[in-house]
T-cell receptor, first 113, second 114 residues
Framework: GDSVTQMEGPVTLSEEAFLTINCTYT??????LFWYVQYPGEGLQLLLK?????DKGSNKGFEATYRKETTSFHLEKGSVQVSDSAVYFC????????????FGTGTSLTVIP | KAGVTQTPRYLIKTRGQQVTLSCSPI?????VSWYQQTPGQGLQFLFE???????NKGNFPGRFSGRQFSNSRSEMNVSTLELGDSALYLC?????????????FGPGTRLTVL
């Protein structure tokens, strides 16, 4: 079945460090891929998305490229800030009737000054 | 445009009781999905409603049910509450374009079962 495997956390980085959070997926058909972010006490917010192979999603300095050949959608940011501290979820939406998302387990990121 | 709203934000119940949670989607969104989030299991899909019909269902017992009204607002009900039902329940709405659509999440309802 469809699934997402996400890098285990927690991840602790110093401010201005480079961030990579790995995400790989298994899906039949042609899924869309998403990164969501969750701040403490809040719901999930869409960070970026990509709907087809080789698409690059970007937002707030974060980027992820939909790689069909490696079934990956790794999240990257060149220089993290303290305000980026949150939990990040990779997700896929499969090509089927309905709108069901499959989420990874989440990666907790803490950025220290 | 107002976001997804969920009420109540916090609930405390005891085992055996039942609870109803409410979700109002973004205006114009016709699909509403529900998720359970726990530290141990992460985000698990409960069900999705579209045009008042349940279109997808996750792997949860029949104690978990839902419905959608003609204005797209949705409710979920959990009967005979168990301690393990303590979780953050998230509602998400979308325009309902399968595969490419984005789900927009509400802030969640924190349910504690004592």
């Amino acid at each position: 079945g469809d699934s997402v495997t996400q890098m285990e956390g927690p991840v602790t980085l110093s401010e201005e460090a480079f961030l990579t959070i790995n995400c790989t997926y298994t899906a039949t058909g042609y899924p869309s891929l998403f990164w969501y972010v969750q701040y403490p006490g809040e719901g999930l917010q869409l960070l970026l998305k990509a709907t087809k192979a080789d698409d690059k999603g970007s937002n707030k300095g974060f980027e992820a490229t939909y790689r069909k050949e490696t079934t990956s959608f790794h999240l990257e940011k060149g220089s993290v800030q303290v305000s980026d501290s949150a939990v990040y979820f990779c997700a896929l939406s499969a090509s089927k009737a309905g709108n069901q998302f499959y989420f990874g387990t989440g990666t907790s990121l803490t950025v220290i000054p | 445009k107002a976001g997804v709203t969920q009420t109540p934000r916090y609930l405390i119940k005891t085992r055996g009781q039942q609870v109803t949670l409410s979700c109002s989607p973004i205006s114009g969104h016709r699909s509403v999905s529900w998720y359970q989030q726990t530290p141990g299991q992460g985000l698990q899909f409960l069900f999705e409603y579209f045009s008042e019909t349940q279109r997808n269902k996750g792997n949860f017992p029949g104690r978990f049910s839902g419905r959608q009204f003609s204005n797209s607002r949705s409710e979920m009900n959990v009967s005979t509450l168990e301690l393990g039902d303590s979780a953050l329940y998230l509602c998400a709405s979308s325009l309902a374009q399968p595969s490419t659509d984005t789900q927009y999440f509400g802030p969640g309802t924190r349910l504690t079962v004592l």
